[in-house]
């Protein structure tokens, strides 16, 4: 039988509602009657104590907020009544001790993928075309319509093939309630031909509007992220087109692919405009040479490997209520399997590890990692605070409605995706992980931003988790979607990919989500299972200005 409300930790003053609860019902828990004087909608939460003004309210056993006036007992916590509060932190002791999950059912699997001269192993092979200044787009633009469709991977026009239908129905002199109350006919898209290449998943253009006209760093951070796609283990080659003068030179490129990877060997063609001249010079040679380099990339296949070699990046946006408490704890347990089994895994969205900071702070594996870690939160906060923002203004509109009132709930629920092992190493952005077990990687809250950025890390396969549901995915690394509640699955299944909602419906444990999840995970690393937003090509990609983005 579902629960109706969940207390997620003994110290907690607030109870989750899991259901729609009414004004004037008496709630028993744990042996106390609470009468509630409001409305409690599903995901939102109740005072278990009365809370005089700018008294604590502590939720998943930390501070979350403060009362801006009295809240009763059964009173509900919203915006109107609680500020955003979280403790100070500072370099404390190291709390590492951890207890390891069962790994029996894990320890004989392998995944197949695709096999660097690095050591890492890809989970998917494509080829990227990567432009090193916006005054290039155009140009990849050209390269796309020619490549893609005439290499067997595009989709059938199925949003064109409606249009011509409308086109239809309006020469026929259909009125506009005729056209509007159409039944249009919508096929299933699917790849418009068999591909030429068949062990090459794609070409993938990662266009972006940066590279000139801002600040150096911001150009220099740039080549970094770029590098760190060039040198993904996802990917087999590179073309790069640069204008000549921009700030982001070709030579920072370089510099960057080398300290990731001292012994680069894969293809990287690079065709400079002002050097070559005319575009029809540039754009064919450029074809050409891709053309070239998609022959050798054929000629890798899969093969075996253990999951030590997986790298999943974890990530959360629309999210709710639930997120803390279903879809994130499940890709943490997760999270603490793969680590267990030798993997790694990486936490980032640091805004969204406001009022957290000292616990993952402690489990850093020494002092100077925590050190390093607390600098940067301070930092970036500090700098949002500088243009009249900060980490307390980061939950959305939906993010409050659906029940996430403070930003420290938000990131208490969030942090719960990092599951319980030591933290290994903090990176900045863009800095590439290479340790295994946990990392933390300074990236913004922004999913596209933070899921652009983790890839570029290093991630080959990215858990995302969603109670509102969000199309977010990535041009080189499979981004599997995961509701944190039942109802969003059905709903938006065409972009779904898991039901964490399973958790809070009451017919599946926290544990048995993970290693479920983690089945999947070894599936779409396999190339086994194609998850939606590979097949619906949700190819985001925005490279983060490190002025301020929440």
Request: proline fraction near 4%; include cysteine.
């Amino acid at each position: 039988m579902q629960q109706r409300v969940l207390k997620v930790h003994p110290a907690d003053n607030v109870i989750v509602a899991l259901t729609d609860l009414k004004k004037g019902e008496i709630i028993s828990f744990q042996g106390v009657d609470y009468e509630l004087v409001d409305d409690i909608a599903a995901k939102h939460k109740f005072l278990t104590e009365d809370r005089a003004v700018d008294e604590d309210i502590t939720m998943y056993g930390v501070l979350v907020g403060k009362a801006k006036q009295f809240i009763p007992k059964g009173g509900l916590m919203h915006t109107f009544n609680t500020r955003h509060a979280s403790d100070d932190f500072g370099l404390g002791s190291r709390k590492l001790e951890w207890t390891q999950p069962d790994t029996t059912k894990f320890k004989q699997r392998s995944f197949l993928g695709y096999h660097r001269q690095d050591g890492s192993v890809g989970t998917a092979n494509y080829w990227i075309v990567l432009p090193m200044v916006f005054c290039e787009t155009r140009n990849l633009e050209v390269m796309r319509e020619a490549l893609v469709d005439s290499l067997g991977y595009g989709k059938n026009q199925v949003w064109k093939d409606q249009t011509e239908q409308l086109i239809s129905l309006y020469r026929s002199g259909k009125s506009v309630t005729d056209i509007l109350n159409a039944d249009l006919a919508i096929e299933e898209e699917t790849a418009t031909q068999t591909r030429l290449f068949p062990n090459v998943d794609g070409v993938k253009f990662l266009n972006h509007e940066m590279g000139c006209g801002g600040t150096r760093s911001d150009a220099q951070a740039l080549c970094g992220l770029l590098a760190g796609y060039a040198t993904h283990p996802n990917v087999a080659g590179v073309t790069v087109l640069s204008l000549g003068c921009q700030n982001a030179q070709v030579s920072i490129l370089k510099e960057e692919i080398a300290k990731r990877d001292p012994n680069f060997a894969k293809p990287l063609y690079v065709f400079e405009q002002q050097e070559i001249g005319s575009e029809e010079k540039l754009i064919a040679g450029a074809i050409k040479q891709t053309f070239a380099g998609l022959i050798e990339a054929n000629k890798i296949e899969r093969q075996p490997a253990p999951l030590s070699k997986l790298v999943i990046g974890l990530e959360c946006g629309g999210s709710d209520g639930f997120s803390g408490i279903s879809a994130n704890p499940a890709i943490g347990h997760t999270s603490d399997i793969l680590i267990s089994l030798g993997g790694t895994v990486i936490l980032a969205e640091f805004p969204e590890l406001c009022g957290v900071e000292q616990e993952l702070s402690d489990r850093c594996v020494d002092e100077e990692t925590a050190l390093k870690f607390n600098s940067l939160m301070k930092i970036y906060n500090s700098r949002a605070e500088a243009v009249g923002s900060g980490f307390y203004m980061n939950p959305s509109p939906g993010n409050i409605k659906d029940g996430l009132i403070t930003d420290a709930i938000k990131s208490a629920g969030a942090a719960k995706k990092g599951g319980n092992s030591p933290v290994v190493d903090v990176l900045d952005y863009p800095e590439k992980v290479t340790k295994p077990g946990l990392n933390l990687v300074c990236t913004p809250g922004n999913d596209v931003e933070s899921t652009t950025a983790e890839v570029a890390s290093g991630a080959t396969v990215v858990l995302f988790t969603t109670g509102l549901g969000t199309p977010t995915g990535n041009p080189v690394a499979p981004v599997i979607k995961l509701s944190t509640n039942t109802k969003l699955y059905h709903k938006m299944n065409d972009i779904i990919d898991i039901n964490c909602g399973t958790i809070i419906d009451g017919q599946e444990t926290i544990d048995e989500a993970g290693e479920r999840i983690l089945d999947y995970v070894i599936q779409v690393a396999s190339g086994q299972v194609t998850p939606h937003s590979v097949r619906l090509g949700q190819d985001d990609f925005i490279p983060w200005k490190r002025g301020v983005s929440l």
